[in-house]
T-cell receptor, first 113, second 115 residues
Framework: KAGVTQTPRYLIKTRGQQVTLSCSPI?????VSWYQQTPGQGLQFLFE???????NKGNFPGRFSGRQFSNSRSEMNVSTLELGDSALYLC????????????FGPGTRLLVL | GENVEQHPSTLSVQEGDSAVIKCTYS??????FPWYKQELGKRPQLIID?????GEKKDQRIAVTLNKTAKHFSLHITETQPEDSAVYFC??????????????FGSGTRLLVRP
C-alpha cells in the first residue's frame, strides 16, 4: 500500500496570510490526526478526524482548523499566520476504530516570515 | 493535564553497547504506548508499540517494557549500530474507542551511536 502523503512539502508565507495543507491517508484508513512539530515544543496534537467528524482537538487557537472529506483525505487550515506557526506539520493515519497504530506522512514544512 | 516525560534528552553510546530510554506518563487511562524513530529530515517511523495488557514486547534488537503501576515504560536497544542514530519519541494514548484518543509525545531522545 502507498504510505501517507502530504502536500505541499514546503511552504513559505508571510504573517497574516492563511495556508491550507493536505493529507492523503493510507488506502482504507479512515482516521487522520494532525500534529505540529517544533524544536521548542516537540510533537503536539492538533486534531483528529474520523469519518468526516472531528473527534478530538488539542490546545491550539481557533485559527487552526481542519476537515475531512468522504474519501478520508484531510486538510488543515491556519488563518492569520503568526511567526510562531513556523513548524513541521505532520499528519498520521490509522485504520480507525479497529486500531491505534498511527503512520505518519512526510510532513509539510511551513515557514512564516 | 496529560503529560509524558522522556529521559535522557541525549544519549551517546559505543557501537555494540545497549541504549535505554525511559518515559513516564501521567494519564492513568493510557493503555497504548508506541515508540517512534525520526531520522533527520524524515517522518517519524513506528518501531515498536505495547498495550497495557502486556508487560514486555521484543522485536529483534528492540524491546519495550511497561510498568503500569509506576506509569513507566522504557525502550531498550541492544547491540546498537550507527544506523540506530536518530531521535526517538515515546508516546502514550488512551484506547482507540475513547473520544479523547490522541498521542501525547515525550520530548524526544537524541541517540548517537559512535562507531
Amino acid at each position: 500500500k502507498a504510505g501517507v502523503t502530504q502536500t505541499p512539502r514546503y511552504l513559505i508565507k508571510t504573517r497574516g496570510q492563511q495556508v491550507t495543507l493536505s493529507c492523503s491517508p493510507i488506502s482504507g484508513h479512515r482516521s487522520v490526526s494532525w500534529y505540529q512539530q517544533t524544536p521548542g515544543q516537540g510533537l503536539q496534537f492538533l486534531f483528529e478526524y474520523f469519518s468526516e467528524t472531528q473527534r478530538n482537538k488539542g490546545n491550539f487557537p481557533g485559527r487552526f482548523s481542519g476537515r475531512q472529506f468522504s474519501n478520508s483525505r484531510s486538510e488543515m487550515n491556519v488563518s492569520t499566520l503568526e511567526l510562531g506557526d513556523s513548524a513541521l506539520y505532520l499528519c498520521a493515519s490509522s485504520a480507525g476504530l479497529a486500531g491505534e497504530t498511527q503512520y505518519f506522512g512526510p510532513g509539510t514544512r511551513l515557514l512564516v516570515l | 493535564g496529560e503529560n509524558v516525560e522522556q529521559h535522557p534528552s541525549t544519549l551517546s553510546v559505543q557501537e555494540g553497547d545497549s541504549a535505554v530510554i525511559k518515559c513516564t506518563y501521567s494519564d492513568s487511562a493510557s493503555n497504548y504506548f508506541p515508540w517512534y524513530k525520526q531520522e533527520l529530515g524524515k517522518r517519524p517511523q513506528l518501531i515498536i508499540d505495547i498495550r497495557s495488557n502486556v508487560g514486555e514486547k521484543k522485536d529483534q534488537r528492540i524491546a519495550v517494557t511497561l510498568n503500569k503501576t509506576a506509569k513507566h515504560f522504557s525502550l531498550h536497544i541492544t547491540e546498537t549500530q550507527p544506523e540506530d542514530s536518530a531521535v526517538y519519541f515515546c508516546a502514550a494514548s488512551r484506547g482507540r474507542m475513547d473520544s479523547s484518543y490522541k498521542l501525547i509525545f515525550g520530548s524526544g531522545t537524541r541517540l548517537l551511536v559512535r562507531p
